[in-house]
């Protein structure tokens, strides 16, 4: 395609010649020239879109093209002005300037400048074309996916607003574009979304930036969705690019393995205390009733070898009886349930003491201290496993175990050690294998009320290990 069917060029000039002097030049550098002499014949036309540049004097016979501009600029948006005029005041070239025009030539007109302004704009409408043609192309894959893509300029106004958008916030394109994207956030979000966007230009710094958040927005309807958020920042173009996924059916079928995963745990508790109570109520009474037929046994004996025969028996069965006994209240120590965590943590010290050597203090706020009975069995399980840990790999005789809280939402349970501590980049060998239990299910047992754990240590300086869980989960009737 030539440079005349390319760059057709509008002269408004009705001076002859000053007329001939600029078409001269047109033709010189190839252009096709179309001319008018006054605003009527300027604005009696329909083929805005043809032309890549106007350039038009200042003043014609019936009117002042300034005033205009705004309206020529709206009919003719993909073309560039060139203002010529007689008049040299420096406001006139303010005004030129600031309604966006290429250039300002005052009369008479100097050739040169004019063909280097003419050059340059039209490399310039060249990769103009090109941009649009690449912007045309991507509004295309925009308009056509399947997430919702909003763009958002540096004021964070909407700037593009594709029909999957439409569809997730049931807003139209025509009534989001131009508003504040913060209408799709929910407060107190939307009050301060403004000032995150100008603390990101500001320093760079933004948790939302360059990253996939799962956040929540807001439909017109005032209900909130959750979504996957990713942005981009495209300086270049001044706007933020945000794709956007609905994941509401994701968190439903979280929501529903979470609660799944909790009535397995729940139903796996009460079968441990269905075999606690069956070792408790009929093993323990066999082994005592072994145990008392074999006293009667003892004193009948009539030989020193029957009777070291049966205290052999009497200290395998008294051991037997043990352990079904330590079995059974690890299996459901009965006090947590009946007194609560504090006690059963008394209990376990207690134990630990007794069975491993390890020395237990307690530091227990019992106005903290959780009432709902899945909560007690989690935290008092996960204390446990802790402590069979500093048993297992610290080294150390003493720990120490506090509860507290943290914040009004949060409740914090610590246990320390002051043994050989291990780095934590290598935290896969060090956990427990007591219970079938390590780390991760720590972590997992902890997620069914919604608590977290996490580990800190340094070689030769001991460990602390921290479990954190909402003050929603240790009220009653919270499960």
């Known amino acids: 395609m030539s440079d005349r069917k390319r760059f057709p060029v509008l002269l408004v000039e009705p001076d002859p010649e000053s007329r001939l002097q600029i078409m001269q030049i047109l033709s010189l550098e190839g252009f096709q020239v179309d001319t008018v002499e006054t605003v009527a014949q300027l604005m009696d036309?329909?083929?805005w879109s043809d032309y890549f540049l106007?350039?038009?004097e200042h003043e014609l016979p019936d009117g002042r093209t300034d005033e205009l501009l705004p309206r020529i600029q709206h009919l003719a948006k993909d073309a560039e002005l060139i203002i010529i005029t007689s008049r040299t005041e420096v406001q006139n070239m303010i005004l030129a300037f600031r309604n966006e025009i290429a250039d300002y030539f005052i009369k008479p007109v100097d050739n040169e400048l004019l063909r280097k302004s003419l050059q340059r704009i039209r490399a310039e409408q060249v990769v103009s074309s090109k941009l649009r043609q690449t912007q045309a192309q991507l509004n295309a894959i925009v308009e056509a996916a399947i997430e919702a893509v909003i763009t958002i300029n540096r004021r964070g106004m909407i700037h593009s607003f594709n029909p999957a958008a439409e569809k997730m916030f049931g807003y139209t394109a025509s009534e989001a574009i131009g508003q504040n994207v913060s209408m799709l956030t929910p407060q107190p979000i939307r009050e301060n979304h403004d000032q995150y966007i100008a603390q990101y230009l500001e320093t760079g710094i933004s948790n939302i930036v360059g990253a996939r958040r799962e956040l929540q927005a807001c439909h017109r309807n005032g209900t909130l969705i959750p979504i996957e958020l990713s942005v981009t920042d495209l300086p270049?173009?001044?706007?933020?690019?945000g794709i956007i996924v609905d994941?509401?059916?994701?968190k439903q079928a979280e929501q529903k393995q979470a609660e799944l995963t909790r009535a397995v745990a729940v139903a796996a508790q009460r079968e441990r205390r269905q075999l606690a109570n069956i070792l408790h109520d009929h093993l323990q009474q066999l082994l005592i009733g072994v145990r008392i037929h074999l006293g009667i046994a003892m004193q009948e004996a009539h030989s020193e070898s029957e009777n070291l025969t049966l205290a052999r028996a009497d200290e395998l069965l008294n051991q037997s009886i043990e352990v079904t006994r330590s079995l059974t209240a690890e299996l459901n120590p009965v006090v947590l349930?009946?007194?609560?965590?504090a006690l059963a943590l008394e209990w376990l010290a207690h134990n630990m003491l007794e069975r491993y050597n390890l020395t237990?203090?307690?530091e227990l706020d019992h106005a903290v201290s959780p009432q709902a009975e899945l909560t007690k069995i989690v935290l008092y399980e996960c204390i446990r496993e802790v402590l069979f840990n500093v048993v297992k790999h610290s080294q150390a005789t003493h720990a120490h175990v506090c509860m507290h809280p943290v914040s009004d939402q949060d409740v914090e349970i610590t246990v320390t050690d002051?043994?050989?501590g291990f780095d934590p980049q290598h935290l896969e060998t060090h956990q427990s294998d007591a219970g079938g239990m390590g780390v991760s299910n720590i972590e997992f047992r902890l997620s069914l009320i919604k608590g977290k754990f996490r580990l800190e240590s340094e070689i030769g300086k001991g460990t602390v290990a921290h479990i954190i869980v909402?003050?929603?989960a240790v009220e009653p009737g919270s499960q």
């Open 360 to 362: 237990v203090t307690l």
């Open 418 to 420: 002051e043994g050989v």
């Open 470 to 472: 909402s003050r929603d």
């Open 247 to 250: 994941i509401s059916e994701r």
């Open 45 to 47: 036309r329909d083929n």
């Open 236 to 241: 270049q173009f001044e706007i933020f690019a």
């Open 337 to 341: 349930h009946e007194e609560g965590l």
């Open 54 to 56: 106007i350039i038009l």
